[in-house]
């Protein structure tokens, strides 16, 4: 048994919470807000996120940060707009060598650094390991069989947290490409909000299949650009994680993409899918670091000027159909630049 510390209290940090104390783990439930903590605590439920979903009696709930630190594991599932402020309350509270493991996913907005980027600047002395893969909060709450991947430069510490995590539901394999991983769990997010807007639109399987073929070429080309390997984007964190937010209606990007397609502006599509929606500031973010690195990434393009201009989605996808004709591999594609 080991000692966890989950520290965000919405759907997913709720569902890693159920189900790390079901394996028996000794867990502590962390919230930002002290009302929120103490409503769990008294509902034994996650009413908001996770309706229907009995939290183990076992668990702990805090909004105290100083309660979390003291743990084997430390994992983060906050939006990662909160990512920086949280690691800054654990400043200075962690021992040297403590793990932390960030699930959540998404790029920091303005800086468009990786979340593990962000916790190495402000926890130097921290060990920092990265989970990813194609996992819906309402599945893995509820015992449904689903597989992940933990990304670590220390291998010792990515088996640690395999041996600690795995369990009968909850299959987890380790890869050393942190930057992979990272970026296949954010950057899915841009073409999941795609894939929702062509269900808005009316279209069919055949352009969806496209959509995700070519968003996952998309997705590795930058990632090889940045310093990522190809290889992990074939994997869970890449097409694993793609698919799932695709084809799923658990998908709040997904959501707000058909809301979008169906001619809601997006402001409109965020207020009403509610939760957080991070394939749009991810979008923002994948744009401005394509850009950076000289990638071509029209999908991401297409979808930029939807989200952030005001583009009609009919005529983004008329224009990703129109593009020049072009050999497909990856290969002939770097030959030819």
Same mark, same amino acid.
């Given at each position: ?193 795609? !894939? =929702? &807007? @062509?269900? #808005?639109? *009316? ?11 070519? /968003?996952? $070429? ?37 959501? !707000? =993409? &058909? @809301?979008? #397609?169906? *001619? ?11 939760? /957080?929606? $991070? ?40 224009? @990703?159909? #129109? ?15």
């Amino acid at each position: 048994m080991s000692k966890v510390s989950v520290l965000g209290s919405g759907s997913w940090g709720t569902a890693v919470c159920i189900m790390l104390a079901n394996c028996g783990h000794d867990l502590t439930l962390w919230s930002f807000f002290e009302d929120e903590s103490i409503r769990l605590k008294n509902d034994k439920e996650n009413k908001a996120f996770l309706p229907g979903v009995k939290i183990p009696d076992s668990v702990k709930y805090t909004h105290k940060i100083e309660d979390c630190t003291d743990a084997d594991i430390i994992i983060l599932i906050t939006p990662s707009f909160a990512v920086r402020n949280t690691a800054k309350q654990l400043k200075g509270a962690v021992k040297k060598g403590q793990i932390v493991l960030n699930m959540s996913k998404g790029l920091e907005e303005d800086t468009y650094l990786t979340l593990s980027q962000v916790l190495r600047e402000e926890l130097p002395e921290c060990e920092i390991a990265v989970m990813s893969g194609p996992s819906h909060a309402e599945e893995v709450s509820r015992g449904i069989p689903t597989t992940n991947v933990v990304a670590c430069e220390n291998a010792e510490v990515a088996e640690f947290i395999q041996n600690t995590v795995m369990n009968p539901n909850f299959r987890v394999y380790t890869n050393p490409d942190v930057l992979g991983v990272e970026l296949g769990g954010s950057l899915k997010n841009v073409i999941a909000l795609c !894939a =929702g &807007i @062509l269900d #808005g639109l *009316g279209l069919g399987d055949n352009t969806k299949a496209a959509l995700i073929t070519r /968003g996952i $070429v998309e997705m590795s080309r930058l990632g090889v650009a940045m310093g990522a390997d190809r290889d992990t984007f074939n994997g869970l964190s890449g097409i694993g994680d793609l698919i799932v937010t695709c084809t799923s209606m658990h998908s709040r990007n997904r959501r !707000a =993409g &058909i @809301l979008i #397609g169906q *001619g809601k502006s997006v402001e409109e599509a965020l207020s009403e899918v509610k939760m /957080g929606v $991070v394939g749009v500031k991810t979008c923002k973010a994948a744009r401005a670091v394509s850009e950076k690195y000289g990638v071509e990434m029209p999908i991401v393009n297409e979808a930029y000027k939807i989200l952030f201009e005001n583009a009609s989605p009919s005529d983004a996808v008329s224009n @990703l159909m #129109g593009r020049k004709k072009r050999n497909e591999t990856e290969k002939a594609f770097l030959e030819m630049t």
